[in-house]
């Protein structure tokens, strides 16, 4: 017989036993009356069951058999969330008005919860497995108790779980297999189901979230200037599992998801918007099966939240809000002009801009006569240049950037880039020269860059067209072969094939410090492998930059983890090896000598 100990909260004295994993099961396992404690059967009232007992904090997983047995003055129980099985007549006789059996309980044992008189409900957790015999029998104010699909197995022996409860029983559970038959749910008579000959069968009701604003004068659907908003996050039943990361969020973050019921959760809304003066619309929502409840069921997807910040427009004096205006000549804007709700600005003569223009997605601005900027251009949809674009700052263009010119192509004189870059996600066509004064040009990996000029570097290196640069071949027959090209550097992220040979400069005239190399120039310390290159999708050999840098830094360029790749000199590692074959090849004549 296992060894029973004794702990204290609360002002009761819980008696338990612990198994080889020190895992507590309340009670002494024997079948007397309200073992569960040193008061016996006399307990009463509205009992708590610790989820840990003694000084070390020995979980309790069970309740006992006859833990409880014939303590007809318990009025309600709370069973921790820790328990994973019900022993037998473990609460038979009590005088409890609800039961929850929580998420972690697999097992309930027979006769368990039998001949209570005033049980009216039953909630039964998501992972039961198996119902015991007569466990739920002699229960004449049973009105209502749900069946988990988790549920394979419900005892036959005996008279039935559910003999004696009321004919009017309704059970809520999806359609299932149990014993190996499949109950349909719901029914449309009722049916004999395990000792009652007229229960109803129906099914559960959907496990709905509802996203609404707390914040005073926001709804879905809004456009304000606030920084951030509060939501709400409304269950229709206690949720088991629900956590932030089950709400999908665009265009903004949620954070500080808190709740004191498991029903209703607030958070914290905060566009991406608020980072800029960029109108940013974010949108909230919860997926379909995210998320549980005390019963198994899984939720369906919640409405989805929308709300727009605009700083910009909110703030805007409501004397400087047009909402149609027609120009034969100059416009000066000294701050922002924001054209919503479709609308166009027509101009017959110049527009000249201080600040910037900002165009909401589904408008468009189309210009007949020249432009001038002296900042930035942001547009959400096409811009249409029927005359010349004039840029002094940048060009960002997320839609589709045309012309109208009879040829199809951007001309030479159309764009000038004065200061700044161009961030173009289209495609354009340009016959003539282009200037950039910024740092740099970069293009995708997928764009392509053709010139039927001259490209001229900043240090004087020069390159001809794709097709002027051939000397023989063709790309059709893939065996192009380029003429002579001189550059000062170049990076290749893919492979470099060559026909001819490859020569380094190496003319002592261009070395100093020149010195013999000694015996701490070795391999010893070097380790060669064999991997995987993710830039060529080829198998290679070869060293860890990092890890040879260890040994020779000069040969190694850039930082591990840098904001660059490092790359290796790998031509540097010729002078040790051959210095390393000459010291083995002198030691084997050694050998050899010494035969």
Known sequence: MATVYTYTVNGITWRYTLDASNNASIGNDTVTNGNATTSGASISGAITIPDTVGTENYPVTRIGVAAFYNCTGITSVTIPNTVTFIGAVAFYNTRLSTVTIPNLVTYIGSQSFM??????????????TTIDAEAFRILPSLTSINIPPSVTTISTVGSGVFDQTPLSLVITMNTQTINGTTYTSPTTTDISFFGNPSVTLIVPPPLTMTIASVTPGVTS????????ITLSFTSSAPTTDFIITDITVTGGTLTNLVTSNNIVYTATLTSYGSRSTVILTTTVKVTANKFTDGEGRNNT????FTWTYDNVWITTPLSNRLSQTY??????????????????????????????IITAAGSSTNFTQSMNLQSRLFTNNNVTVNGNLYLGGDLSVNGQFSSNFADGVILSDAVIFSSGGADIQGNVSIMGDVSFNGSSVELSSLTELQTTGTITFSDGSQIRSYDDNILSGSYATNNVIYKDSLFSAVTVNGNVYIGGSLYTSSDYRIKTDVATLDGSYTVDALNPVQY????????????????LQEAYPDMVVGEKDGEKY???MYTNLIGVMVKEVQELKHRMDKLETAK
Not at 116 to 122: D, E, Q, Y
Request: proline share 1%; hydrophobic share 30%.
């Open 115 to 128: 001949n209570i008189p005033g049980l009216s409900s039953v909630k039964i957790g998501k992972s039961v």
């Open 221 to 228: 659907g809004s456009t304000t200037n606030n920084e951030s």
């Open 301 to 304: 997807e919640s409405n989805e």
């Open 327 to 356: 120009v034969n000549n100059f416009v000066d804007v000294n701050g922002m002009m924001v054209i919503r709700n479709n609308n166009n600005v027509i101009m017959k003569g110049n527009l000249t801009v201080d600040g910037n």
């Open 532 to 547: 995987n290159n993710t830039l060529t999708c080829g198998h290679e050999y070869g060293f860890i930059a990092h890890e």
């Open 566 to 568: 490092q790359s290796v």
